[in-house]
């Protein structure tokens, strides 16, 4: 029998330990923020129609394949390395490779392959461009922001750089260069990430305490720190919410509609501020979890030429 795995795992509940691997809400998020970079990357006059024509179609489905196999296999590369700290965390202990579900070997090799098949994916079937894009994305994740998680609570920021780095892909997928207007939806993903890290920390900082990870909560216990940091990434993400709609990318709409948005999370910031504890900071997360499906269907319908 191999160490850490069952003697008979049962195929479904095999097959569930390896999607877990994945961490599936997360990359449902990256996918739609490389979707939007897709989107925003093709020629302003060509609107729908040319996004749902055959040949941006393909693009479009490849885009999202090989993104899709690089962000599985950056998670289950993170997993496989981060399994001894998860095991002494309560929100991770039940994760396949702690509970002894899946061994390191086999999480290892799951990883490697889904990562080598999403480079692959993207070269191949996109533009090199963007392979290689992927490919700073999960070297930079995993590399620098994973060994530095144990270390400093600057991991946050530096972990925010490749975080930003999906609708940078989509848009290198379909324009074959990055521009500006890539730049502009990373930063927004960019300062997007530290509200919603840091409510995470927050909620779970005896957990992180527990397994050595130093996160900002960890490091300051009494939130002050974090709070202002919440608030002041809340601040900074309006004017550079804004930009799309300075640039030409979208119309008055969006904007009104990113300034609501980008008051109302900066409002949740500001009362976790205010009254320093866990319900406010959960506020904070599901205001995040929502700004940004929002904020991105806002852009889309407002696009000029749509």
């Known amino acids: 029998m191999v160490p850490g795995l069952t003697s008979k795992p049962q195929t479904g509940h ?6 877990e691997l994945t961490k599936p809400r997360i990359t449902w998020l990256i996918l739609m923020s490389t979707a939007i970079g897709y ?15 055959t040949i941006h179609l ?20 993170n997993q496989w390395y981060e399994r001894d700290a998860d095991r002494s965390m309560r929100r991770t202990a039940r994760r396949p490779l702690p509970a002894g579900r899946l061994s390191a070997e086999r999480a290892l090799a799951f990883g490697v392959a889904l990562s080598i098949a999403g480079f692959v994916e993207l070269w191949l079937g996109v533009n090199l461009l963007s392979g290689v894009i992927g490919a700073f994305t999960l070297a930079s994740y995993l590399f620098l922001y994973t060994p ?10 530096v972990g925010a750089i490749p975080g930003a780095m999906p609708p940078v892909i989509g848009y290198a997928a379909a324009a074959g260069a ?31 305490a527990r397994a050595g990870i130093r996160m ?15 608030v002041v990434y809340g601040m900074a993400l309006i004017p550079v919410s804004l930009t799309p709609a300075l640039m030409g990318m979208s119309g008055i709409v969006y904007g ?22 866990i319900l406010r900071a959960r506020s904070v997360l599901m205001t995040s979890v ?14 000029p030429g749509l």
């Open 178 to 208: 990055v521009s500006r207007e890539a730049w502009v939806l990373g930063a927004i993903l960019f300062l997007w990430q530290f509200p919603h890290f840091y409510s995470i920390a927050w909620m779970y900082k005896e957990d992180y």
């Open 256 to 277: 009104l509609g990113a300034l609501v948005l980008g008051l109302w999370f900066l409002y949740s910031g500001v009362r976790v501020a205010l009254d320093r504890n």
């Open 216 to 230: 900002l909560p960890v490091v300051e216990p009494d939130g002050r720190s974090t709070a202002r940091q919440i």
């Open 290 to 303: 929502l700004y940004l499906p929002l904020i991105y269907g806002l852009m889309i319908l407002d696009r």
């Open 148 to 157: 530095l998680k144990q270390r400093t609570w600057w991991s946050t920021t």
């Open 14 to 19: 095999l097959v569930r330990d390896y999607v």
């Open 58 to 77: 393909v693009s479009l489905v490849h885009t999202i394949v090989g993104t899709c196999l690089i962000a599985s296999g950056t998670a289950a590369l």
């Open 39 to 53: 989107f925003f990357g093709l020629p302003r006059s060509s609107g729908w129609r040319a996004l749902l024509g």
